[in-house]
């Protein structure tokens, strides 16, 4: 049964992962979810159960299998969104795209990092906050009172084998956020950063050395685990509600004192 509620949150990257985390607690706690995703033909039968198991909270759900980081794409998407919320409007932004170039930038015989490398990643993870931030407002689908939440990490300020483009990413993405917390607050937009510990989900997996990072994040952190998707769910979903409307411009860690040693 639909519970009608007027609560509607837009998720950038929101089929696995962080992204599909946060879309079930968001869902979970009344939340009507539009959920970008851009995944192949051949994983899309896996992803729509997940979605149906969400919607059997009784809310509203609209998926759009799209290229986020494409204008015309996005002109499309925000146009549909507009369609779908009717009177209504966007309440939360989350983004949690991650594409990036993992290359090295040293290689003995093989390919290492150059301009386009990082340019592609700085834009997809970092600078397309600001764009979709930006169709939104444009499209006047906020609300009075939004929260803008993207997902950082600690290799913004530690140096990884192979993380180079993305940690010149995340540092774009915090300043973004920064800035924009500042410039867009007359506009009733909060905009923050969740800082996730090492959470083993498929992006995490893909960078260079990840099992000896898994092992170090164990040892490092005070509860002796990883993080969890859900974990940093249940941050953002923290950062959603009306007691946190105080909270502008910052990076929140939900990694248990993980970074503390």
């Known amino acids: 049964m639909v519970n009608n509620s007027s609560k509607w949150a837009l998720i950038l990257g929101g089929s696995s992962g ?5 879309a079930k607690k968001l869902g979970r706690n009344g939340y009507n979810l539009l959920i970008l995703h851009r995944d192949r033909r051949s994983e899309l039968q896996t992803i729509e159960k997940e979605f ?4 059997s909270f009784g809310i509203q759900l609209h998926a759009f299998n799209a290229d ?15 369609e779908v919320l009717g009177d209504n ?12 170039n993992l290359k090295p930038l040293k290689s003995e015989g093989g390919p290492t990092l150059n301009t386009s490398d990082f340019q592609h990643t700085i834009h997809a993870m970092g600078i397309s906050l600001y764009d ?3 169709a939104i407002l444009n499209a006047n689908l906020f609300a009075k009172d939004s929260r803008i939440i993207a997902f950082t990490s600690e290799g913004s300020t530690k140096a990884w084998k192979g993380y180079a483009a993305v940690s010149a990413a995340k540092v774009t993405l915090e300043s973004l956020v920064r800035s924009m917390a500042l410039e867009f607050a007359p506009n009733g937009l909060r905009v923050n950063c969740v800082q996730a510990g090492i959470t083993d989900t498929t992006s995490f997996q893909m960078i260079p050395r990840s099992n000896e990072l898994r092992q170090q994040a164990k040892k490092r952190n005070p509860f002796g685990r990883l993080t969890t998707p859900e974990d940093v769910a249940n941050v953002v979903y923290l950062l959603t509600l009306e007691e946190a409307q105080w909270i502008n411009g910052t990076v929140v860690k939900a990694d248990g004192g993980e970074s503390l040693r």
């Open 18 to 22: 962080l992204g599909l985390a946060t």
């Open 52 to 55: 149906n198991s969400i919607r």
């Open 68 to 82: 986020a980081l494409n204008p015309a794409k996005m002109q499309e998407v925000v146009q549909s969104i507009s």
């Open 89 to 100: 409007k966007l309440g939360v932004l989350v983004h949690s795209i991650a594409k990036g």
């Open 132 to 134: 979709w931030t930006k």
